[in-house]
Protein backbone atom coordinates (compact mmCIF):
# COMPACT_ATOMS: atom_id res chain seq x y z
CA UNK A 1 0.00 0.00 0.00
CA UNK A 2 1.34 3.15 -0.89
CA UNK A 3 1.02 6.77 0.74
CA UNK A 4 -1.14 7.49 -1.89
CA UNK A 5 -3.50 4.81 -0.96
CA UNK A 6 -3.32 5.40 2.45
CA UNK A 7 -4.33 8.61 2.56
CA UNK A 8 -7.27 8.10 0.49
CA UNK A 9 -8.10 5.23 2.52
CA UNK A 10 -7.85 7.49 5.72
CA UNK A 11 -10.28 9.70 3.34
CA UNK A 12 -12.85 7.07 2.55
CA UNK A 13 -12.57 6.16 6.87
CA UNK A 14 -13.28 9.82 7.48
CA UNK A 15 -16.57 9.75 5.68
CA UNK A 16 -17.14 6.11 7.27
CA UNK A 17 -16.07 3.62 4.97
CA UNK A 18 -15.86 0.76 6.83
CA UNK A 19 -14.10 -1.69 4.26
CA UNK A 20 -11.74 1.31 3.98
CA UNK A 21 -11.27 0.66 8.15
CA UNK A 22 -10.66 -3.01 7.87
CA UNK A 23 -8.09 -2.29 5.16
CA UNK A 24 -6.01 0.43 7.72
CA UNK A 25 -6.76 -2.56 10.65
CA UNK A 26 -5.15 -5.43 8.88
CA UNK A 27 -2.36 -3.06 8.25
CA UNK A 28 -1.22 -1.88 12.07
CA UNK A 29 -3.03 -4.73 14.09
CA UNK A 30 0.40 -6.64 13.99
CA UNK A 31 2.31 -4.13 15.59
CA UNK A 32 -0.17 -2.69 17.81
CA UNK A 33 -0.31 -6.66 18.81
CA UNK A 34 3.09 -7.06 18.92
CA UNK A 35 3.90 -3.84 20.81
CA UNK A 36 1.05 -4.73 23.54
CA UNK A 37 2.07 -8.16 23.85
CA UNK A 38 5.99 -7.06 25.01
CA UNK A 39 4.93 -4.95 27.59
CA UNK A 40 1.58 -6.28 29.20
CA UNK A 41 1.64 -10.02 30.66
CA UNK A 42 -1.36 -11.95 29.16
CA UNK A 43 -3.03 -11.72 25.51
CA UNK A 44 -6.40 -10.96 26.49
CA UNK A 45 -4.48 -7.52 28.01
CA UNK A 46 -2.99 -6.84 24.93
CA UNK A 47 -6.27 -7.47 22.79
CA UNK A 48 -7.95 -5.22 24.68
CA UNK A 49 -5.48 -2.68 23.53
CA UNK A 50 -5.56 -3.45 19.97
CA UNK A 51 -9.54 -2.94 20.45
CA UNK A 52 -9.30 0.18 22.34
CA UNK A 53 -6.75 1.92 19.59
CA UNK A 54 -9.15 1.48 16.80
CA UNK A 55 -12.23 2.23 18.76
CA UNK A 56 -10.23 5.52 19.49
CA UNK A 57 -9.49 5.72 15.30
CA UNK A 58 -12.59 5.29 14.52
CA UNK A 59 -14.10 7.17 16.85
CA UNK A 60 -12.02 10.17 15.42
CA UNK A 61 -11.74 9.36 12.08
CA UNK A 62 -12.81 13.14 11.28
CA UNK A 63 -9.08 13.66 11.89
CA UNK A 64 -7.73 11.07 9.50
CA UNK A 65 -7.07 13.31 6.49
CA UNK A 66 -4.94 15.40 8.44
CA UNK A 67 -2.85 12.79 10.18
CA UNK A 68 0.64 13.19 7.96
CA UNK A 69 2.07 9.76 9.33
CA UNK A 70 -0.83 7.44 10.23
CA UNK A 71 1.67 4.87 11.79
CA UNK A 72 3.12 7.03 14.15
CA UNK A 73 0.01 8.42 15.17
CA UNK A 74 -1.15 4.62 16.48
CA UNK A 75 1.61 4.11 17.69
CA UNK A 76 1.42 6.96 19.63
CA UNK A 77 -2.49 5.58 21.02
CA UNK A 78 -1.18 2.38 21.74
CA UNK A 79 2.26 3.31 23.63
CA UNK A 80 -0.33 5.97 25.77
CA UNK A 81 -3.00 2.94 26.50
CA UNK A 82 -0.18 1.16 27.39
CA UNK A 83 1.57 3.14 29.70
CA UNK A 84 -2.27 3.69 31.85
CA UNK A 85 -2.56 -0.12 31.60
CA UNK A 86 1.04 -0.65 33.32
CA UNK A 87 0.15 2.34 35.84
CA UNK A 88 -2.55 0.56 36.85
CA UNK A 89 -0.79 -2.87 36.99
CA UNK A 90 2.26 -1.66 38.48
CA UNK A 91 0.74 1.54 40.76
CA UNK A 92 4.31 1.43 43.06
CA UNK A 93 6.25 1.55 39.96
CA UNK A 94 5.27 4.74 38.16
CA UNK A 95 6.02 7.34 40.65
Known sequence: MTDINEKELLLRIAEGDEPAFHSIYLRYFGKVYGMSLSYLPDVFMAQDIVQEVFAR???????????RNMEAWIITIARNLLIKS????YP???D
Do not use: T
Not at 86 to 89: E, P, T
Open 86 to 89: LRKI
Open 92 to 94: SGW
Open 57 to 67: VWLNRAELPGI
